[in-house]
Structure formats: structure tokens, C-alpha cells
């Protein structure tokens, strides 16, 4: 652990588990550092040491200042669950590691979390997980905006988590960009498009969400489902553990003047597991999303309605007319006349119970007014 207090904190509660206190035990266990072994520090304080950690106002939030691999100075001014970049003289190229990561946490980063927060959980138990953020961006700058979501093998970790680091960016400033390559465009999740993006990097899968459309603000973003979209894609494990979500900025050059105004994460209760019960089954609906007169864009959502997880699936249906499927994306598409096939892709066949999907498809021909679709598991 690279914080004195940090490590003061840890060595304390094994101290205590010995005689006996369960908290202690507990986090002996986990190795969690709590927020009571960071300084008591009131909004306004200035952090500008390299990996310096604060309370942000409720004890369930951090602040910290994240300097990376590089040598370059930076400080942040901690506020109620809002943070400010006073200086930053980073100078890294993009494409790489950013220089710096300034942010506010709930849970964990690394070994140091905050008190209270409703993580770690486990990813096959993931509860619901939606975000509010606001910001004011600086003017100049290589940097992102985003959310920063890290998931671990195990509930509790020492140095860097090894499973996987999942950003979700509103806004890319300057020359910022992912790393990685571009593996999917215009995903529609939690009310937005976003370009997939993913890189094996550092011992984890690396994985950024770009949205399409840069943002400063968010309300109700709902983080599970793009947990759940790396899930499906395999780059996350349902036995994984989600330690920590950060809001903040990754710079790589510049910097100075990006703000935090607010910042809240609501977790909700996890679900009880259950065993499976009755045959997996699975309905769909059509809705249009736009439409012009030589053609349509449409989304079919996919619902689980059984009493397992559908592990793969088809949908079928007949055009009323002579339309047809120009081009489609989350499915296989084959079409026979008026009769339509499609398959899921090879990372969102498995929908959990009562859980839903979308795949979407552009149409040629006037938009059908009502069509009745056939779904079954695979």
C-alpha cells in the first residue's frame, strides 16, 4: 500500500480482528482501507500529491488526485462530492495510458475505499447502478470526460485490479481518443449511441464506451447495462467483482480548468439469487424509430420472460408488405420474401429472467403499422 495512513488503517483492524471485533474482521479480510484512516479534510482542501485520497463530502465518496506513470505536477481542490483541476502540466501522447486521472470515487480504488459505499459486488448480482454527473469543461486540452467502472477477480484488491477497467466517456476533447480498436459502432444503451472500443492492456481487458454526441452532464446513466454489455461480450466475468466506480476526467495533456460540479452514484439492493425455475422462454417487440417514405429504422427489444436465462435466440416475423432489411446490427439477418430471420450475435445471445436486449435494422419500403413477432431461445 502506497499510503501511510492507508497502511496505518489496514494494520489497525488486523490488530482488532485478533481480539475479536467482527467489522475488523471483516475488513482484515477484504483488505479494504476505510475512510477513517484518511484525514478529516473540509471542501475547499487542495490535494497535489501523486496518489493523495480525500473525503469528498458523505463518507461514501473520495476524491483523488491519480497521478499516473508521469512525472508531472497537478493539483485538484476538493469540493462536496465535486472536484476542480487547479493546474496540470501533463504532456502525454494520446493513444496511450493518460497522464493523470483526477476523479471522485465510490468503493474502491486499489486498496483504498470509501466507507459505506454498497461495494464491492459480485457481477452476476449486480444491482442496479445508475449515475448523475455534471461537469464544466476546461477550454483547451487532450483529455476525456468520463465514468471509470474496475471489476476484479476477487471482493478486495492490493495494486491494480486484474480483470477489467470499463470507460464510459461523454466527451473527448482535443486529440483524446481510445485505446484500442473501434469493435462496434453506435450501440444503443441507456438512451444513447456509443462506439464500442477494446484493448488487452496491463494484465486486464480494457474496454471504453464513446458516446456519440458529447455530453457534460448525465442523469439516470445506467451503468449495469453496460457492465452487462461487456458480459455478453465476454470481457467481463459474472464471477468478477465490481470494486469501484470513479467520475472524473483522464488527461493527457493539459487539463487545468475541468470541473466536477456534482457527482452522485445510486446502487441499488442487490437481487436475491434464485434457482431456475420453468423452461427458458422469450417474446419481442417491434417499435419504429424513424421513418421517411422509402424507408424506416426500427428496434426489436427482446425480453426474457421464462424462468432461466436464454442462452441464444431467434425471432421471426412476416413483413405485411413488400419491405425488406437493408442493414441490421446486434443480429443476423436473413430474409425470404417477407419472412424474416434473425439470430443474436455471438456476445448478446444470453439475457438473464425478466432482463431485455435490443437489436435494430434499417428498412426499405413504407414502415409496417403493426407485425407480430415469434421469439425462441436457442
Same mark, same amino acid.
Given at each position: ?14 490488530t ?7 467489522g %475488523?474482521?471483516l ?19 487542495q ?9 469528498a ?5 473520495? %476524491? ?5 506513470g508521469?512525472?508531472?505536477a497537478?493539483c485538484?481542490?476538493?469540493g ?20 493523470a486521472?483526477p ?9 483504498i ?19 448523475n ?9 487532450d ?7 474496475w ?6 484488491v ?11 466517456w461523454?466527451?473527448?476533447?482535443g486529440?483524446?481518443?481510445?485505446a484500442?480498436?473501434m469493435?462496434?459502432g ?10 464500442v ?32 454489455d ?20 483522464d ?15 445510486k ?10 425455475s ?7 417487440s417491434l ?8 424507408g ?7 425480453t426474457?420472460?421464462g ?7 431467434t ?7 413488400e ?26 445471445g444470453?439475457?438473464?429472467v425478466r ?6 435494422l434499417?428498412g426499405?419500403g413504407?414502415?409496417?403499422?403493426t407485425?407480430?413477432l ?5
Amino acid at each position: 500500500m502506497s499510503n501511510p495512513l492507508a497502511q496505518l488503517a489496514f494494520r489497525v483492524s488486523l490488530t482488532i480482528a485478533a481480539i475479536g471485533v467482527c467489522g %475488523a474482521v471483516l475488513a482484515a479480510a477484504v483488505g479494504l482501507v476505510l475512510l477513517a484512516a484518511l484525514p478529516s479534510t473540509a471542501a475547499g482542501t487542495q490535494l497535489c500529491g501523486k496518489s493523495e485520497f480525500a473525503p469528498a463530502g458523505d463518507k461514501d465518496y473520495l %476524491a483523488g488526485n491519480n497521478i499516473g506513470g508521469a512525472g508531472t505536477a497537478q493539483c485538484v481542490t476538493v469540493g462536496d462530492q465535486g472536484l476542480r483541476v487547479d493546474s496540470a502540466e501533463h504532456d502525454q501522447p494520446v493513444g496511450g495510458p493518460p497522464a493523470a486521472s483526477p476523479s471522485l470515487l465510490k468503493g474502491c480504488h486499489q486498496d483504498i475505499c470509501s466507507e459505506d459505499s454498497g461495494l464491492p459486488v459480485q457481477v452476476s448480482r449486480m444491482p442496479e447502478l445508475t449515475g448523475n454527473l455534471v461537469t464544466t469543461p476546461a477550454e483547451d486540452g487532450d483529455y476525456a470526460t468520463a465514468y471509470t467502472a474496475w471489476f476484479h477477480s476477487k471482493p478486495a484488491v492490493e495494486g491494480l485490479p486484474d480483470g477489467a477497467e470499463m470507460a464510459i466517456w461523454l466527451r473527448a476533447n482535443g486529440d483524446a481518443r481510445p485505446a484500442g480498436i473501434m469493435v462496434a459502432g453506435a450501440m444503443p444503451i441507456s438512451g444513447a449511441s456509443w462506439d464500442v472500443w477494446f484493448e488487452r492492456a496491463q494484465g486486464r481487458n480494457r474496454i471504453t464506451y464513446e458516446r456519440v454526441g458529447e455530453v457534460d452532464s448525465v442523469r439516470g446513466l445506467d451503468i449495469r447495462a453496460f457492465g452487462k454489455d461487456a458480459v455478453n461480450r465476454e470481457w467481463v466475468k459474472p464471477d468478477w467483482y465490481l470494486i469501484g466506480v470513479e467520475a472524473g476526467f483522464d488527461l493527457w495533456r493539459g487539463g487545468a480548468g475541468n470541473s466536477v460540479d456534482s457527482f452522485e452514484l445510486k446502487i441499488g439492493e442487490q437481487p436475491t439469487p434464485s434457482s431456475p425455475s420453468g423452461p427458458a422462454a422469450c417474446t419481442a417487440s417491434l417499435a419504429i424509430d424513424e421513418s421517411w417514405p422509402q424507408g424506416f429504422t426500427a428496434t426489436i427489444k427482446i425480453t426474457n420472460s421464462g424462468g432461466r436465462p436464454v442462452e441464444g435466440w431467434t425471432v421471426d416475423w412476416t413483413f405485411p408488405g413488400e419491405q425488406r432489411v437493408e442493414n441490421s446490427w446486434n443480429a443476423t439477418i436473413t430474409q425470404k420474401g417477407r419472412t424474416v430471420h434473425a439470430v443474436n450475435a455471438d456476445y448478446n445471445g444470453l439475457i438473464d429472467v425478466r432482463d431485455s436486449i435490443t437489436f435494430g435494422l434499417v428498412g426499405i419500403g413504407a414502415a409496417p403499422k403493426t407485425m407480430a413477432l415469434t421469439c425462441v431461445p436457442r
